[in-house]
């Protein structure tokens, strides 16, 4: 079994493979790409443009060629994978994952974003809930302040619960290390842990119906 992960920033590296051991997948089965590239462009462009689209598309075949099951862990560049037709094994979307996990929950649904660009393409997905942008979190991730971006991220959490939310999902895998630090609710839902088993389920057969007596 091999899961390929297309990432945009390296340290979701650590991250889906914490999300991988909590699952009892071994860290050797997931193959990392890091195109830190895309998600940069996009930001530029200001939106996911054909020209960016074209590039993310060609990673995401060429992981194909080498796994059993491909994700996507950029909410930026998800709208990608409704563009491709009939790759070799299954492209995933992680936020496509959360997506169908997190509209499972009952009541006020406040989904978290970091970045400007997945503003769009997540309401898309969370058509029911309230997307909201966390202000100031993505600065600090860029400027490697990874414990600053954490603890915005979980205080914003905390805030949502104190105004009624009911869960609190963190759209971007960057976020998932903030839901271990917010009090106010019940964990976050995160997206490493809802694209890996949605990976797994994707290349594991059903199980046999036992035959008819």
């Known amino acids: 079994m091999r899961i390929a992960c ?36 996009a930001e530029l462009a200001g939106q996911l443009t054909a020209e960016i689209a074209e590039a993310t598309a060609s990673a995401l075949l060429a992981l194909a060629e080498q796994a059993d099951v491909v994700v996507l862990t950029c909410s930026t560049l998800g709208p990608v994978v409704e563009s491709l037709r009939t790759p070799r094994v299954p492209i995933l979307r992680t936020d496509e994952a959360l997506a169908a996990t997190a509209l499972k929950c009952s009541g006020n649904v406040v989904v978290l974003c970091a970045v400007q660009t997945t503003i769009e393409p997540t309401s898309r997905l969370f058509h029911t809930a309230e997307v909201q942008l966390v202000p100031g979190a993505w600065d600090l991730f860029k400027a490697a302040d990874i414990d600053g971006y954490l603890a915005t991220i979980a205080h914003a959490a905390d805030h949502a619960y104190a105004n009624g939310a009911s869960m609190v999902v963190l759209a971007q895998a960057s976020m998932s290390g903030a839901a271990s630090r917010v009090t106010a609710g019940p964990p976050p839902l995160t997206s490493a842990s809802a694209g890996l088993t949605a990976a797994l389920q994707a290349i594991t057969p059903p199980p046999t119906p036992p035959p008819h007596p």
Do not use: E
């Open 6 to 41: 297309l990432h945009t920033a390296v340290s979701n590296i650590a991250v889906f493979d914490a999300a991988a051991v909590a699952l009892g997948i071994r860290p050797s089965v997931l193959l990392h790409d890091v195109r830190a590239d895309l998600l940069a462009a």
